[in-house]
């Protein structure tokens, strides 16, 4: 695969202040894009939006523009939801990458307020087919194009053959932008996420803030290997071992009540506020439509009286007009005039007649033709049965659909593992140095299996080279390219036999066994992962295009029964009248017939009445073609009056019966808030998120459910039982009363906070709590008492190896410039008192005179009073990270370096840039993907406070490492080519929301 430079090169924005319709910011083909405008015309608002699609979880980003950060009454609102235009309620963000594999990916977020904050849901669009990110995300209405909520626009590109991956958690989102070449890493780690936010806000306000130097100790200094895996799970020194017994007690116990009781009771509440939302969105949209159609009804009458007045007055006066002309005239004609009306009034009754059998064939032809298209070989069958036969083949194949479903994701997941394990490039250069071949190209044809057999021979090391001895070595300088520890052998080590045990895989080594689990990724055996790779994509092919079919057919299957059911009056007919087709046929003759006698009858009267009537013409013509159309007229308007009237009734009934059950409802809700109290907002939200159920058997699934209750809670007091057997599982209320005394049974057996907990999550980690227990205890002891005579050597050793490498990531920060500053760096200093306290204690921590935890206790002691009196753990104690201080200095010039506290505006964001860059890096060195493959997007806000000079650093600066930079300032003078965006907010007149204008101007150099 070629490698692409990577890079963002849009970003639209839809739904926020001011924003109309979807606005795209193509950014510059160069590193730079501005943002200018005045105060108030949304520079901040956009960047702020745009780090929240770049990590939207809102446990570790928190970005506020610096205006409002300084204002007191902001605190505690939440900026991000208070800048979704209220016409909307929502908003979109979305990042038009192109990746380093040269695809193009849409990576948004949708973003809802609820209860003053806002909600995040993520999706991709991989291959989005050439078209823009307006063409995706608009929706012809008419002649104008909407932006619908996240479900609409999902549907909308599900039917343009547009794939959309939504509800994404937090990682799975992360790991598409890291794949694409955007974020370091797939920010798996809540610890990734803190620190990588604290970037983002760190460059967004400018400066080096507190939060960022406090993580950034932990970040760039990793656990020590030689140590640090030994003593994992060592809390609370000795009595860790205590502890352990006591929880694999009483682990077992919490986890059967939470199963029988937490996830039973939430599933419950759940479906009871599920069906109160799903009935008060019906009852809402049916007043809305009512009030709709009764104020339009109302304006129609009104029009229809004021209409029907005058006609009433041009009639009266026509009528009296013609009646002082033609009173003469008319009476020769009044006996033949008779004679025609009498005839002419049996033809309505021949015509009804000759309508009434026409529409019979006609009705009978269709419903014919209907049913043989529907019903095809099944045409002898009821209607009944083929509307059943229909729906449940189309059950058939969505149930089809879904197992295939089911399918891809086992597959998928297989791929996900088999994609995982590699070694780092430290044995390539080993390799090169000593002539031999890495162990990971060596060991590349081997199985899976057979790979897990030598790495665990190996204790885990993966590093090491084949073909060389021990001689090779000779020359070879120690330097960071090169590991630590390695293997090296003049063959390769051949594959040992495994003994498999429950979940893992056990091999002997080192006087001991080593265990690792059998799903584990292993480093060697890429050839056989591949292989293996090939054919699961193969089968995840077939089943994609298994899946589309299940699909196809059962939409087919819908719309016939729907077209039943469209048809059915038509349909129903033809059944009662197939034995009569010949006598509804001959009915239609029968009548044409008649109706043509009398019309000829008629006419031959007509002829005559015509001559007398051309000899009055002159008189009578020109009223009677004005009052026939006035009549007509009148009449008309006078029956759409009578029908308005009963449709005004009809609404008016219906629209007091939808608001009395709408304020039952409401009323319903708030005493459903009151029953959960602090747990409404976040079952509520839950409840939302359910998917479509039967609420047709609500009350039977609910009946389960509280009997499965009272089977886990029969040992309760009477009290607490007495609630579940008086509930009334169709009162939906009733239900909701049974979450506080379950919540209170679960605080009272269970040893946390279930409130806060989601009931699936914890329940999955007491399972695992409770497997791992007693392995954890055995390691503990065993492992510590090995590694314990060589702390003091390994912790000292391993502080020299990491300040050398900070050291090294220092040098990018010390020839950056910005203002009084000449660069920046970030220092590693070991605490020397820590480290005696810790070479005068090794030896006596396991020595065989004391026991384990009076030296331990011995130890602790010392060590606390270096650290400020705080007493320290086991875990912390064997953490080399303890033994050293990390800061952030900056050197001024005339002044040398000193620690970064007090930085002018300027400087602060040349600081905040430089270090968000060198610890991106950092992050991204920890992964599979090279580092010169990753190029992050950085936002400046109020970026004014840099002078000329300074913006042409930024961007020589973003030139040279390989990153995007979008500033935001009232006015930018730049002296190098870029785009800027001029932002202005305006208010039209008579419009209630506030318009943003955006016009981009390129600037030559």
């Known amino acids: 695969m070629t490698a692409t430079k990577p890079r963002i090169d849009r970003i639209a924005y839809i739904g926020w202040r001011g924003v109309e319709g979807c606005e795209v910011l193509d950014l510059d083909s160069g590193p730079l894009t501005g943002l200018v405008g005045p105060t108030g015309a949304g520079k901040s608002t956009l960047t702020m939006c745009l780090g929240y699609a770049l990590l939207p979880d809102r446990d570790a980003l928190d970005i506020r523009p610096i205006s409002e950060v300084k204002d007191a009454q902001k605190i505690g609102i939440d900026t991000l939801a208070e800048s979704i235009d209220p016409q909307y309620g929502y908003g979109y963000v979305v990042l038009d990458i192109t990746t380093r594999a040269g695809s193009r990916l849409l990576a948004g977020i949708y973003v809802e307020a609820v209860d003053g904050r806002a909600k995040f849901t993520r999706w991709l669009i991989r291959d989005p087919k050439g078209l823009t990110v307006n063409a995706i995300m608009a929706q012809e209405d008419g002649e104008d194009e909407t932006f619908p909520h996240f479900q609409e626009f999902k549907r909308h590109c599900a039917s343009r053959g547009i794939d959309v991956s939504g509800r994404l958690k937090v990682g799975e989102y992360c790991q598409a932008l890291y794949e694409a070449g955007i974020l370091p890493s797939g920010m798996s780690m809540g610890q990734d996420r803190s620190l990588y936010g604290s970037l983002i806000e760190t460059t967004f306000k400018g400066g080096v803030s507190g939060d960022v130097v406090k993580r950034l100790k932990d970040y760039l200094l990793p656990k020590d290997t030689l140590v640090a895996d030994i003593v994992t799970g060592l809390q609370d020194c000795t009595n860790e071992v205590i502890m352990t017994k006591n929880e694999i007690a009483s682990a077992e116990k919490e986890l059967n009540l939470l199963q029988s009781t937490y996830g039973v009771g939430k599933e419950l509440v759940l479906h009871s506020l599920r069906a109160m939302m799903s009935e008060t969105a019906a009852i809402t949209e049916s007043l809305r439509q009512g009030k709709i159609e009764q104020a339009n009804a109302t304006a129609r009458q ?18 009296k007009t013609k009646a002082v002309v033609r009173q003469t005239a008319v009476h020769e004609l009044t006996e033949v005039d008779t004679k025609v009306k009498s005839l002419r009034e049996t033809l309505p009754g021949l015509t009804s007649s000759l309508r009434v059998a026409t529409e019979n064939r006609k009705t009978f032809n269709q419903g014919q033709k209907h049913w043989q298209s529907i019903a095809g070989k099944d045409a002898n069958q009821s209607i009944e049965w083929v509307r059943e036969s229909l729906e449940e083949r189309r059950k058939n194949a969505e149930r089809d659909a879904f197992k295939v479903e089911a399918d891809m994701e086992k597959l998928q997941a297989e791929s996900m593992r088999l994609n995982s394990g590699r070694a780092s490039i430290a044995s390539e250069q080993l390799a090169d140095g000593t002539g031999g071949k890495t162990l990971e190209d060596a060991l590349g044809g081997v199985s899976e299996q057979e790979a897990l057999s030598i790495e665990l021979a190996f204790c885990g090391l993966t590093e090491g080279v084949v073909g060389v001895t021990p001689d090779a070595l000779v020359g070879l300088a120690v330097s960071n390219a090169l590991p630590d520890t390695f293997w090296l052998g003049e063959t390769a080590p051949q594959p040992r036999q495994l003994r498999a045990i429950g979940d893992w895989y056990v091999a002997p080594a080192a006087g001991g066994y080593v265990a690792t689990k059998k799903d584990r990724a292993p480093v060697f055996g890429s050839e056989a992962r591949i292989a293996r790779q090939r054919v699961l994509m193969k089968e995840i092919d077939g089943l994609r295009r298994k899946h589309g079919e299940h699909s196809k057919s059962a939409k087919a299957f819908d719309e016939s029964r729907a077209l039943l059911d469209q048809h059915k009056g038509e349909i129903e007919f033809y059944f009662s009248q197939r034995d009569r087709a010949f006598a509804i046929d001959e009915a239609v003759i029968l009548a044409q017939k008649t109706l043509d006698a009398r019309s000829e009858e008629i006419k031959g009267l007509e002829t005559t009445h015509a001559k007398l009537l051309r000899e009055l013409q002159d008189i009578d013509d020109p009223y009677e073609k004005q009052l026939k159309v006035l009549r007509a007229d009148l009449a008309d308007k006078e029956q759409k009056v009578l029908a308005i009237k009963d449709q005004l009734a009809t609404l008016a009934k219906e629209i007091a019966d939808d608001e009395k059950m709408l304020v039952a409802l409401k009323e319903e809700a708030a005493n459903a808030k009151t029953i959960l109290g602090t747990d409404a907002a976040r079952l509520f939200s839950a409840a939302d998120d359910l998917p479509e159920f039967d609420e047709g058997r609500l009350v039977v699934e609910q009946t389960k459910r509280i009997t499965s209750l009272g089977t ?46 989601d009931g699936a999550d914890l329940i999955q980690t007491m399972k695992e709590h409770r497997a791992t227990l007693g392995s954890k205890l055995v390691t503990h002891q065993n492992e510590v008492r090995i590694s314990a005579r060589n702390l003091h050597a390994t912790i000292g050793s391993k502080a020299m190896t990491e300040k050398r490498k900070i050291d090294k990531l220092s040098k990018l920060g010390e020839n950056i410039t910005f203002g009084n500053v000449i660069g920046i760096r970030i220092v590693l200093a070991p605490r020397e008192e820590m480290l005696s306290v810790l070479e005068n204690f090794a030896g006596q921590l396991f020595s065989e005179q004391k026991p384990v935890d009076v030296a331990l206790k011995e130890l602790f002691d010392a060590a606390s009073g270096r650290q400020e009196g705080t007493p320290f753990t086991g875990d912390q104690l064997l953490d080399y990270r303890n033994y050293v201080d990390l800061s952030i200095e900056a050197c001024r010039k005339g002044s040398g370096w000193a620690p970064a506290a007090s930085l002018s505006g300027g400087e602060s964001i040349g600081c905040g840039l430089a270090l968000a860059l060198m610890l991106t890096r950092s992050i991204a060195a920890r992964g599979e993907i090279k580092v010169d493959q990753i190029c992050p997007l950085f936002a400046v806000d109020e ?52 318009r943003l204008i955006v016009r981009g101007i390129k600037v030559a150099a």
Request: hydrophobic share 45%; charged share 25%.
């Open 302 to 319: 009104d029009q229809l009286a004021a209409d029907v007045k005058h006609i009433g007055s041009e009639i009266e006066q026509a009528e």
């Open 712 to 757: 886990a809670l029969q040992d309760e007091v009477p009290g607490r039982l007495a609630i579940l057997q008086d509930t009334d599982p169709a009162n939906r209320l009733a239900t909701l009363r049974l979450w506080p005394v379950l919540m209170e049974i679960v605080r009272e057996r269970v040893s946390i906070d279930c409130a806060e907990i």
């Open 943 to 994: 970026a004014h406070r840099l002078d000329g000079p300074g913006h042409a650093v930024v961007v020589d600066f973003a030139k040279r490492e390989n990153f995007q930079v979008i500033v935001a300032a009232p006015e930018l003078t730049p002296s190098y080519s870029c785009i800027l965006y001029a932002l202005s907010r305006v208010f039209p007149p008579h419009v209630p929301h506030e």
